[in-house]
């Protein structure tokens, strides 16, 4: 304790000096005056660039004798030799018109011009010299990569440690550094390293990675999930590569700089300046997207002033005005080289990212490192390519010692991020601190761990916490409790499972299931690849699309509903499924099922042959049953229906990738296409009433449209080949919540349509602002346009439908769902007419306060009852970049 009391006035001189030794300016416009923002600010030869802010001012470390490089799209770069930091600059820059090709001095900037521009005749010559650094064009090549992946808190202020919350951890100050690209403290939270060889073969055009080591501290040893902080943020801000078209970043789709096709039409680009990388002559070309808030990057490219065209260095950034989410400012900054063979090669990838959640919120850096050395062309076994996927991890790289990093960490660890580790176990020893953990984990994670000590972690967890406490027709009140086992218990055996009470039915449902994976988990048995045998037992109430739901069908927020529910069933069923996965992103599910469904609340199974005929507007005069009817009618109604069957699904998405919760994993390569085929059979005579055979097909891709946003197309087509009564033909996937879920029809009611041949196609365009970014005023709210559209094919073939007269004797046909209304029922679910779709659109305006989507939708079709809604809202509330 003496030593640190100390050492404490040298970590406050050493906080002072270095945030003395700052040079800071501002940039303004020559002519006009006015603050010129996303400016480059950097010394000539170093590392460590800053971008103006939106008043144009900059804070930078003073370098004595440095000279300071000024510069931006569309001005002439100032160069400068700063003596001191005694006053603040004003650098004022002067606007360029490259048209003419020659640098000159306007009052007033020039439309901008691609014809006979030099700058786009250079950048023509750079896009076709791409050709030439095609690693893909030899038959093999490896290359050893070194990725660090830094997070930590920022804008740190040392009154932080003298009051409030943080006066309680003195400890805090051992673990605050400055950041070289701001100058402010900031606390390490996580780093993740990770050394990996990448090896390609021509012959199968083959590109995978081989995980050597892997390493992982700070705050993901807090979160139960274990990868998810670094997974999340790796796939947020995944490394970009110029020398590809298409870069996925910020879980968008960027084109590049020098893209083959659509860059010239896209970019502006303007010559610069001509200067030295590496004592090589180079050509300094700016470039930004036509309009600053679309999605795009902007920054310098470095070009060889040569025959070559090769890019020597490449400065990369957003525009200020992007409206991207939450991040306020990005640099990338990238080198190159040229091998022996004479192709211009990565060699460095830095990162750096400010995100800033809202004005009032401390800001937060992620920091990545990527250095490739090694590449080599040599002939590689075909040993090395024998694994399913594009990854694989060695079995010991989560062990490696000290000594491996040592040799193969190409960036040192600051004395902060070596101590991460040490962090999190000096958090968690304050007295106190353990419940608001486990309280903050419980909300983020939507289950209640029963232990977060490290020694003796949580072995069950509580959970989903939004289903807790729900209502709906049929249970009324419903109160349920929910646990689930993790790896912590067995890496191999899990339980999970729920107790529900309904106060209106005063029944008790649950679910019970016991898992064997194959594969040894870190925490949950659905963690990718899985390779699982389940057993599964529930009792529970619902209706049939509660089975298309991305989450619980009881989930509080689903209570929120635009129509009635008046149809709904109980479900006693008990399934044995065996779920494999590969790397490659090949799936095959198989599942044995006995299912007993009762029908409950207004709905019931009448068949055919005990309805009355009436007249031949109405054929038939169904017997009241019901709610309102009052009577029991055990024997003209079937009280259930027993089914078992084998169901198959194998599905194929290559590149697939998750991240893991608690409660799901989330699939983030979207881009990749999802093809599924299915099919169930039914056993009559096996503990089924009836024989049956229902197969589909369907087919997932997103396409990237740039500057336009993204298109998602979802086609699926199916067919029920036997006779069978409602409850098995085909129905659509219903949403009747207020709240939007994805792949769900937004104004079919529930079992409203009943076919047994059908097609669909749902489609999505979010336009990522490209209109109201055009708006002004309202470009400023950052809010992105959504369009959709469902459109259902249908038909009921003859045999299957109840209300022809070549079936009014049948025992096996069920009548279609209805509701009695001053004692004459009233049909409410139909055969589709098969030359008339079910149409159906959204037009959503999604992003308002970077959380809130809101979308209008609208019924075409099937809308000559009355009490058919026409239209709606929808709503979700979404983290989206």
């Not at 709906?472 to 729920?498: E, I, K, M």
């Not at 089914?643 to 599905?651: A, R």
Request: hydrophobic residues 40%; positive net charge; charged residues 25%.
């Amino acid at each position: 304790m003496k030593r640190f009391l100390l050492l404490l006035p040298l970590l406050i001189l050493g906080c002072l000096s270095a945030s003395a030794q700052r040079l800071v300016g501002r940039v303004l416009d020559a002519k006009t005056g006015e603050a010129t923002p996303f400016v480059n600010v950097f010394y000539d030869g170093a590392k460590g660039a800053v971008q103006t802010d939106a008043d144009g001012r900059f804070s930078i470390p003073f370098r004595k004798g440095g000279k300071l490089i000024v510069s931006s799209i569309g001005y002439q770069t100032q160069s400068l030799h700063p003596k001191s930091t005694a006053d603040s600059l004003i650098v004022k820059l002067r606007t360029i018109d490259m048209s003419l090709g020659t640098a000159v001095v306007q009052a007033k900037r020039e439309k901008y011009s691609r014809k006979n521009n030099p700058a786009v005749i250079l950048m023509e010559k750079v896009i076709a010299a791409k050709k030439a650094s095609n690693l893909r064009q030899r038959d093999y090549y490896s290359v050893e990569k070194y990725d660090k992946l830094a997070f930590a808190l920022s804008d740190i202020t040392p009154k932080v440690f003298e009051e409030g919350t943080f006066k309680a951890m003195p400890f805090l100050k051992e673990h605050v550094e400055t950041s070289p690209e701001t100058g402010k403290l900031i606390l390490p939270l996580s780093v993740d390293e990770t050394v990996s060889q990448e090896i390609y073969r021509k012959k199968q055009d083959e590109k995978k990675s081989i995980i050597k080591g892997q390493r992982t501290t700070g705050m993901n040893e807090l979160i139960d999930t274990g990868d998810i902080l670094a997974s999340m943020l790796q796939d947020v801000f995944t490394e970009v590569n110029i020398y590809e078209d298409d870069i996925r970043f910020v879980q968008s789709q960027f084109l590049s700089p020098i893209a083959t096709n659509g860059a010239i039409a896209f970019y502006r680009y303007f010559i610069e300046d001509t200067t030295y990388v590496d004592g090589n002559k180079c050509i300094q070309v700016s470039f930004g997207p036509n309009n600053s808030r679309d999605f795009g990057f902007t920054g310098s490219l470095y070009i060889m002033a040569d025959s070559t065209f090769r890019i020597a260095k490449a400065d990369i950034s957003i525009p200020i005005k992007s409206t991207v989410n939450y991040v306020k400012r990005i640099n990338i900054a990238q080198q190159f080289t040229q091998l022996p063979s004479g192709e211009q090669v990565l060699a460095k990838n830095d990162m750096f990212v400010l995100l800033e959640a809202a004005k009032f919120l401390k800001t937060l850096e992620v920091k990545r490192y990527t250095e490739y050395t090694n590449y080599s062309f040599e002939p590689l076994s075909d040993r090395l390519f024998r694994f399913r996927g594009n990854t694989k991890i060695e079995p010991d790289a989560m062990m490696q010692e000290d000594k491996f990093w040592a040799q193969h960490r190409t960036e040192q660890l600051t004395k902060s991020e070596d101590k991460t580790s040490l962090f999190v176990k000096r958090i968690m020893n304050i007295p106190g601190i353990k419940p608001f953990i486990w309280v903050g984990k419980s909300l983020i994670e939507n289950f209640v761990p029963t232990s977060i000590d490290d020694e003796h972690p949580s072995k069950l967890d509580v959970g989903p916490v939004n289903t807790m406490v729900t209502t709906n027709p049929v249970d009324g009140l419903r109160l349920r409790a929910s646990a689930q086992t993790t790896a912590n218990f067995n890496p191999h055996f899990f339980w999970r499972g729920y107790l529900a009470y309904g106060f209106r039915d005063q029944r008790w449902k649950g679910m019970g299931e016991m898992t064997y994976s194959f594969k040894k988990k870190a925490y949950l048995p659905m963690e990718f690849p899985t390779a699982n045998l389940t057993f599964n037992y529930s009792y529970d109430v619902g209706v049939p699309s509660d089975q298309y739901l991305n989450t619980d069908k009881d989930n509080v927020f689903r209570a929120l509903t635009w129509s009635s529910v008046k149809h709904m069933m109980y479900d006693r069923s008990f399934k044995l499924i065996f779920d494999r996965e590969w790397e490659d992103g090949l799936q095959w599910k198989t599942q044995l099922r006995y299912s007993q469904t009762e029908p409950t609340y207004h709905l019931f199974y009448q068949p055919v042959a005990h309805a009355h005929q009436s007249d031949p507007g109405l054929p038939y005069t169904i017997t009241p049953w019901g709610p309102e009817s009052g009577k029991n009618l055990a024997n003209l109604n079937r009280n259930f229906l027993n089914t078992t069957d084998l169901s198959m699904t194998l599905k194929y998405q290559p590149g697939v990738a998750y991240i893991n919760t608690k409660q799901r994993r989330i699939l983030v390569n979207k881009e990749a296409p999802i093809y599924r085929i299915s099919h169930t059979t039914g056993f009559k005579g096996f503990g089924s009433d009836y024989t049956y055979n229902l197969t589909e097909i369907g087919v997932r891709k997103r396409v990237w449209l740039h500057s336009w946003g993204r298109m998602d197309f979802d086609f699926a087509a199916g067919a029920q080949w036997n006779k069978v009564p409602f409850p098995l033909l085909i129905m659509p996937k219903a949403n009747l919540s207020y709240v939007y879920e994805d792949d769900m029809y937004y104004l079919v009611n529930n079992m409203e349509f009943f076919n047994d041949r059908y097609a669909q196609l749902m489609f999505n365009w979010n336009l990522h602002g490209k209109i109201f970014n055009r708006i002004p005023l309202i470009n400023r709210l950052k809010i992105r346009e959504h369009i959709g559209f469902n459109v259902l094919w249908g038909k009921l073939t003859d045999k299957n439908n109840p209300n022809l007269e070549q079936n009014r004797h049948r025992t096996d046909l069920f009548i279609f769902p209805g509701e009695f209304k001053n004692g004459v029922f009233k049909p409410t679910g139909y055969a589709m007419d098969p030359k008339v779709p079910y149409v159906e659109a959204a037009f959503g305006i999604h992003n308002l306060f970077k959380l809130v989507h809101v979308d209008y939708v609208r019924r075409f079709t099937y809308i000559d009852d009355p009490s058919i809604a026409r239209w709606g809202i929808r709503f979700m509330v979404r983290v989206i970049f």
